[in-house]
């Protein structure tokens, strides 16, 4: 495994166990009860399977590249220059925390400062 990748096997088995352990902590619980349990674990694992996902793309890294390997500014398409590596907290559709650390990129044209989709 890479630097901050998990093993998704492993993650799945852990969430199985977690799920199992509260299943028998809660023998009583409705199929609701149940199901939102099962849906709060799946949206966990689904953030950490996202945030890998996210910063696993080359537009997490790119300074040094070459300009056509840079994003594009959206205003101007010059390629633009890394600002740095800046920390970016999203939220995902299930309410999870992610914190993205990425390039953040400047338009050497018009001054843009923002960070590159993908």
Known sequence: MGEGKRDWQALFAETEETMREWRKAHPRATFTEIETSLDEEIARV???MLEELA????????RGKEASERPKCPLCGTAVQANGEHKRQLVTEHEQNIEL???????PEGGASFFPPG
Request: include cysteine; charge should be positive.
């Open 46 to 48: 689904r953030a950490q």
């Open 101 to 107: 650390r990425r390039s953040h990129g400047r338009c």
């Open 55 to 62: 910063l696993d793309s080359s537009s997490a890294d790119w």
